[in-house]
């Protein structure tokens, strides 16, 4: 059974610092990985997907990594800033058009 | 893209009644799926709903409990039955456009059971 694991759960860091989420899934066969921020209340908003493919993508200040040999994504925030702070998920789907199996989340807070 | 609309957005129900949930989307779509996130927690899947065919199970999750309907390509509804405090969620649709292998998300339905 595929397990999503997220290192750190929370962090809180000052406005314009460089950071990386983890994420790592115990079952390498995956179809692709995606990234999810969710603001308090609210839905989940994708950020970005990886094919199982691919090493990496970039959308903005958000880079993300997939090593699937190994098990593990990271999601890079460049310069971040307050309107950042949001809980990210990350998701692996086993085969298209299947079900995510997700990951606790890492809640982060952007100092100003 | 898609775009996903549900209702209500959030509702607050007595014990041992039960709520229906809509999910709407802007295409038509093969599959939606029913997610639920418990408080403080992350998204657990209930069940994939197929239009024509019945909707398939997670482990832990049962029809009498979450009957789901799919009468066509863009429209499901989800109904939390006898509700028990326990069931206080916030409770997402979700869909895979034709096209993309990215899911989008509706903003959630978020149930109190006092």
């Known amino acids: 059974k595929q397990e999503v694991t997220q290192i750190p759960a929370a962090l809180s860091v000052p406005e314009g610092e460089n950071l990386v989420l983890n994420c790592s899934f115990t079952?390498?066969?995956?179809?692709?990985l995606q990234w999810f921020r969710q603001d308090p209340g609210k839905g989940l908003t994708s950020l970005l997907l990886?094919?199982?493919?691919?090493r990496e993508q970039t959308s903005g200040r958000l880079n993300a990594s997939l090593d699937k040999s190994s098990g593990r994504s990271t999601l890079y925030i460049a310069a971040s800033q307050p309107g950042d702070s949001a809980t990210y998920l990350c998701?692996?789907?086993?085969?298209?058009?299947?079900?995510?199996?997700f990951g606790e989340g890492t809640q982060l807070t952007v100092n100003p | 893209s898609a775009v996903i609309s549900q209702k209500p957005s959030r509702d607050i129900c007595q014990r041992g009644t039960s709520l229906t949930i809509q999910c709407q989307v802007d295409s038509q779509v093969t599959m939606m799926f029913w997610y639920r996130q418990q408080p403080g927690q992350s998204l657990t899947l209930i069940a994939t709903a197929n239009q024509g065919s019945e909707a398939t199970y997670e482990s832990g999750f049962v029809i009498d409990k979450f009957p789901i309907s799919r009468p066509n390509l863009t429209f499901s509804t989800l109904t939390v039955s006898n509700m028990s405090p326990e069931d206080s969620s916030i409770y997402l649709c979700?869909?895979?456009?034709?096209?993309?292998?990215?899911?989008?998300f509706g903003p959630g339905t978020r149930l109190t059971v006092l």
């Open positions: 079952d390498s066969a995956i179809y692709n």
């Open positions: 998701a692996v789907e086993e085969t298209s058009g299947s079900r995510l199996t």
């Open positions: 979700s869909v895979n456009p034709t096209g993309t292998d990215t899911q989008y």
């Open positions: 990886i094919q199982s493919s691919q």
